[in-house]
C-alpha cells in the first residue's frame, strides 16, 4: 500500500465513497484551542475534546483518500487540512500526554496511539502524493512527523507504552514502522534508522502476540482486537512488502485471526465482554485479507467512512486497498471454547456465553463467571460492555463505575462482598464439556472474593442450544452466609411468585424468597444514557454446604 494510491474500488464500496466525497467537501474545521485542551485536565471528560479531534481526523482522511482516488483532485483543501494538523499543539489525546513525561518531552513528542496514527496517516499520504503536493506542505508534514514521532521512536529509551503487550504495543508501533517505511525506505541515508525503527516495531510485535495465549483469545474484546490486531496485520504486510519477511506466519497468528468468529453470537453480535461492545465494526479490508491468508470467514457487510467514530487511517486505507467480494463463507462452529481466556459461546437459533478468567485483565471488569443469554438479536442478559471513558474510568475509583464492576454482572453478591480486583483472582476451570446435546462449564470462583467462612464457591452452567440455562452456584461455608444472586439486563423484568420475565424473551425460575429490581443509570462509552436492570434475588446459605439453584428458558 505504501507509496502508490488505490486501486480500482469494488462496486459495494460505493457508499464509502459517497461518505468520502462528503466529507472531504464539508468546510468546517473544530478548532483545537488552550481552553479544549485544558478541559480533560479541568473536569476529567475526554469526549469533549476528542470529539472535536476526530471530527478533524475524519477530514484528514476523507481528503487524502480522494486525493489518492481521483488524480483530478484540487489539492488545496487537503494542503490546508495537512497545514492544519501540523499547526496542533499535539497529535496525542490530552488524556495520553502524561506518557511523554517520563523522558522529559513535552505533549507536542507524546508519541501515544493517536499521535502515530496521525503520523501514519501524513505519511502514507505525502509519500503517495510525491510530485502532486507542494513542495512547502509536503515537507513541512515530513518535519513535523520527525519531530513528533521519528525522535522519540529513535530515542533507546523504553517508551511507557512498550511491554503493555496489549493493543497499545501494535498501533503505536505499527503505525510509527509504517509512518517510517513510507517517508525513509526511498531514503538511502536513512536506511540503517529505518532498520532500527523496523526492528522497535517488530520488538514489540513480538511482545503483542506473546499476550495471547495458545487459543487466540483476545481479553479486551473484539473491538481492541480490530485495533491492536488490525495494526499488527497492516504493518506485517507492509514489512513483508519491504522485506519479504512475514509476521503473520507464526501458528498462533491463524488462531488470533479467528478470534471474532468464534465468540460470535449471530447476526452481526459478539460477547461484549470487557471494554467491548455488543456489535462492533470489523474494518472490510482486513477481514478481506485474513481470509485471503488464513480461510476465516470474509466481510460481508459494506462499509461506511463512519463506521470508525475514531477515522483512522489503518483501517480506511487498507479497506480501500484490500477489499474483495464474493469470497467463499466459512463455516464457524456452533460452540466455541477458549481455554486460555476460559470463555464459552454457543450459537444458534439461540446464543450463550459465558466467562472465566481472572480479575486483572487489560481493560478489566470483574466478572468472573459473568454470562450472556441473546435470543431475538439481543443480549436479554447482557454484559454493559464499556463505560464512558474518563480521567475516573482509568484511575483508582474504576470499580466505583457500574460497567467495569462487579455489580454490573451477573454475579453473586456473598454477604454483602462484591468480587476484588487482581490478577491473584482467577476463576479456576473445573470442567468444560460439549458432547452436541449439552454444554457444560464449571467454574471455581472462591478466589474472586474475601469473604471469612467462605470455603469455596462453585459456579455451574449447563446450557442446551434449544435455548435452556442451568445455573447452580454451590456454596460451602463453615457459618451461614447472605447471598444475593444479580442478573443484569437492559430489558426490565416482570417479577411473579418464584419467577421474573424479560419481555418474554428470557423467563427464569428460581426459589428465592426475596426478589427485587433496581433501576440504575449510568453513563454508557458515548456519554449516553445506559438504563440497567438489576434483578436480586436474596437468600441465605446455612452452614455448611448449599445450592442455589436457576433455570432460564429462551422463546
Given at each position: 500500500?505504501?507509496?502508490?494510491?488505490?486501486?480500482?474500488?469494488?462496486?459495494?464500496?460505493?457508499?464509502?465513497?459517497?461518505?468520502?466525497?462528503?466529507?472531504?467537501?464539508?468546510?468546517?474545521?473544530?478548532?483545537?484551542?488552550?481552553?479544549?485542551y485544558?478541559?480533560?485536565f479541568?473536569?476529567?471528560?475526554?469526549?469533549?475534546?476528542?470529539?472535536?479531534?476526530?471530527?478533524?481526523?475524519?477530514?484528514?482522511?476523507?481528503?487524502?483518500?480522494?486525493?489518492?482516488?481521483?488524480?483530478?483532485?484540487?489539492?488545496?483543501?487537503?494542503?490546508?487540512?495537512?497545514?492544519?494538523?501540523?499547526?496542533?499543539?499535539?497529535?496525542?489525546?490530552?488524556?495520553?500526554?502524561?506518557?511523554?513525561?517520563?523522558q522529559?518531552?513535552?505533549?507536542?513528542?507524546?508519541?501515544?496511539?493517536?499521535?502515530?496514527?496521525?503520523?501514519?496517516?501524513?505519511?502514507?499520504?505525502?509519500?503517495a502524493?510525491?510530485?502532486?503536493?507542494?513542495?512547502?506542505?509536503?515537507?513541512?508534514?515530513?518535519?513535523?512527523?520527525?519531530?513528533?514521532?521519528?525522535?522519540?521512536?529513535?530515542?533507546?529509551r523504553?517508551?511507557?507504552?512498550?511491554?503493555?503487550?496489549?493493543?497499545?504495543?501494535?498501533?503505536c508501533?505499527?503505525?510509527?514502522?509504517?509512518?517510517?517505511?513510507?517517508?525513509?525506505?526511498?531514503?538511502?541515508?536513512?536506511?540503517?534508522?529505518?532498520?532500527?525503527?523496523?526492528?522497535?516495531?517488530?520488538?514489540?510485535?513480538?511482545?503483542?502476540?506473546?499476550?495471547?495465549?495458545?487459543?487466540?483469545?483476545?481479553?479486551?474484546?473484539?473491538?481492541?482486537?480490530?485495533?491492536?490486531?488490525?495494526?499488527?496485520?497492516?504493518?506485517?504486510?507492509?514489512?513483508?512488502?519491504h522485506?519479504?519477511?512475514?509476521?503473520?506466519?507464526?501458528?498462533?497468528?491463524?488462531?488470533?485471526?479467528?478470534?471474532?468468529?468464534?465468540?460470535?453470537?449471530?447476526?452481526?453480535a459478539?460477547?461484549?465482554?470487557?471494554?467491548?461492545?455488543?456489535?462492533?465494526?470489523?474494518?472490510?479490508?482486513?477481514?478481506?485479507?485474513?481470509?485471503?491468508?488464513?480461510?476465516?470467514?470474509?466481510?460481508?457487510?459494506?462499509?461506511?467512512?463512519?463506521?470508525?467514530?475514531?477515522?483512522?487511517?489503518?483501517?480506511?486505507?487498507?479497506?480501500?486497498?484490500?477489499?474483495?467480494?464474493?469470497?467463499?463463507?466459512?463455516?464457524?462452529?456452533?460452540?466455541?471454547?477458549?481455554?486460555?481466556?476460559?470463555?464459552?459461546?454457543?450459537?444458534?437459533?439461540?446464543?450463550?456465553?459465558?466467562?472465566?478468567?481472572?480479575?486483572?485483565?487489560?481493560?478489566?471488569?470483574?466478572?468472573?463467571?459473568?454470562?450472556?443469554?441473546?435470543?431475538?438479536?439481543?443480549?436479554?442478559?447482557?454484559?454493559?460492555?464499556?463505560?464512558?471513558?474518563?480521567?475516573?474510568?482509568?484511575?483508582?475509583?474504576?470499580?466505583?463505575?457500574?460497567?467495569?464492576?462487579?455489580?454490573?454482572?451477573?454475579?453473586?453478591?456473598?454477604?454483602?462482598?462484591?468480587?476484588?480486583?487482581?490478577?491473584?483472582?482467577?476463576?479456576?476451570?473445573?470442567?468444560?464439556?460439549?458432547?452436541?446435546?449439552?454444554?457444560?462449564?464449571?467454574?471455581?470462583?472462591?478466589?474472586?472474593?474475601?469473604?471469612?467462612?467462605?470455603?469455596?464457591?462453585?459456579?455451574?452452567?449447563?446450557?442446551?442450544?434449544?435455548?435452556?440455562?442451568?445455573?447452580?452456584?454451590e456454596?460451602?461455608?463453615?457459618?451461614?452466609?447472605?447471598?444475593?444472586?444479580?442478573?443484569?439486563?437492559?430489558?426490565?423484568?416482570?417479577?411473579?411468585?418464584?419467577?421474573?420475565?424479560w419481555?418474554?424473551?428470557?423467563?427464569?425460575?428460581?426459589?428465592?424468597?426475596?426478589?427485587?429490581v433496581?433501576?440504575?443509570t449510568?453513563?454508557?462509552?458515548?456519554?449516553?444514557p445506559?438504563?440497567v436492570?438489576?434483578?436480586s434475588?436474596?437468600?441465605?446459605?446455612?452452614?455448611?454446604?448449599?445450592?442455589?439453584?436457576?433455570?432460564?428458558?429462551?422463546?
Amino acid at each position: 500500500m505504501t507509496g502508490s494510491a488505490f486501486p480500482r474500488p469494488a462496486g459495494e464500496l460505493t457508499s464509502l465513497l459517497r461518505d468520502i466525497r462528503a466529507a472531504a467537501a464539508d468546510d468546517t474545521m473544530p478548532e483545537l484551542g488552550y481552553r479544549a485542551y485544558r478541559d480533560y485536565f479541568d473536569t476529567g471528560n475526554r469526549l469533549r475534546y476528542e470529539r472535536q479531534y476526530f471530527r478533524r481526523r475524519a477530514r484528514l482522511a476523507a481528503r487524502a483518500a480522494q486525493a489518492l482516488l481521483d488524480l483530478d483532485t484540487d489539492l488545496g483543501p487537503l494542503s490546508d487540512t495537512l497545514w492544519s494538523v501540523c499547526d496542533e499543539y499535539t497529535w496525542a489525546l490530552p488524556a495520553h500526554v502524561r506518557h511523554s513525561a517520563d523522558q522529559g518531552r513535552g505533549p507536542e513528542q507524546c508519541l501515544d496511539l493517536f499521535a502515530a496514527e496521525t503520523a501514519h496517516t501524513l505519511a502514507e499520504t505525502v509519500a503517495a502524493l510525491h510530485g502532486r503536493l507542494d513542495r512547502r506542505v509536503a515537507d513541512r508534514v515530513r518535519a513535523e512527523v520527525e519531530r513528533r514521532v521519528f525522535v522519540p521512536y529513535t530515542d533507546p529509551r523504553p517508551l511507557n507504552w512498550e511491554g503493555y503487550r496489549n493493543n497499545w504495543e501494535a498501533v503505536c508501533a505499527g503505525a510509527a514502522g509504517m509512518a517510517a517505511l513510507a517517508l525513509l525506505r526511498d531514503c538511502p541515508a536513512d536506511t540503517d534508522r529505518l532498520a532500527a525503527m523496523l526492528d522497535r516495531s517488530r520488538a514489540a510485535m513480538d511482545r503483542y502476540l506473546a499476550g495471547f495465549g495458545g487459543d487466540g483469545g483476545c481479553a479486551e474484546g473484539v473491538d481492541y482486537w480490530v485495533y491492536g490486531f488490525g495494526y499488527f496485520v497492516y504493518f506485517a504486510e507492509a514489512l513483508r512488502e519491504h522485506t519479504g519477511e512475514d509476521l503473520l506466519a507464526p501458528a498462533n497468528v491463524a488462531e488470533i485471526a479467528a478470534f471474532p468468529h468464534r465468540v460470535a453470537l449471530g447476526a452481526g453480535a459478539y460477547a461484549p465482554f470487557s471494554d467491548a461492545s455488543e456489535r462492533p465494526w470489523l474494518p472490510a479490508g482486513l477481514l478481506t485479507r485474513l481470509a485471503e491468508r488464513f480461510g476465516t470467514p470474509p466481510a460481508r457487510v459494506v462499509p461506511s467512512l463512519h463506521d470508525d467514530h475514531c477515522y483512522r487511517w489503518g483501517h480506511l486505507s487498507r479497506t480501500l486497498a484490500w477489499f474483495r467480494p464474493g469470497l467463499p463463507a466459512s463455516a464457524v462452529e456452533a460452540t466455541s471454547f477458549l481455554p486460555d481466556l476460559a470463555w464459552v459461546v454457543s450459537r444458534g437459533r439461540f446464543a450463550f456465553a459465558a466467562k472465566g478468567g481472572h480479575n486483572d485483565e487489560p481493560h478489566n471488569h470483574n466478572d468472573l463467571g459473568h454470562f450472556v443469554l441473546h435470543t431475538g438479536g439481543r443480549s436479554v442478559l447482557d454484559d454493559l460492555g464499556a463505560g464512558e471513558y474518563t480521567a475516573g474510568y482509568f484511575g483508582p475509583g474504576r470499580y466505583d463505575h457500574l460497567h467495569p464492576s462487579a455489580r454490573g454482572h451477573s454475579v453473586p453478591v456473598i454477604d454483602g462482598q462484591v468480587q476484588l480486583p487482581g490478577a491473584d483472582r482467577a476463576a479456576k476451570v473445573l470442567r468444560y464439556r460439549d458432547d452436541g446435546q449439552t454444554v457444560c462449564l464449571d467454574l471455581d470462583l472462591t478466589a474472586a472474593y474475601q469473604v471469612p467462612g467462605l470455603r469455596s464457591l462453585v459456579r455451574r452452567l449447563r446450557w442446551w442450544p434449544d435455548g435452556r440455562l442451568e445455573l447452580m452456584d454451590e456454596i460451602d461455608a463453615d457459618r451461614e452466609l447472605p447471598v444475593e444472586e444479580v442478573f443484569v439486563s437492559r430489558v426490565e423484568p416482570t417479577l411473579s411468585a418464584g419467577a421474573a420475565d424479560w419481555g418474554g424473551l428470557v423467563r427464569l425460575g428460581h426459589g428465592c424468597a426475596q426478589a427485587s429490581v433496581e433501576e440504575v443509570t449510568a453513563a454508557d462509552h458515548h456519554a449516553r444514557p445506559d438504563r440497567v436492570y438489576l434483578l436480586s434475588c436474596r437468600t441465605t446459605t446455612p452452614a455448611g454446604r448449599g445450592v442455589h439453584r436457576f433455570v432460564f428458558d429462551l422463546g
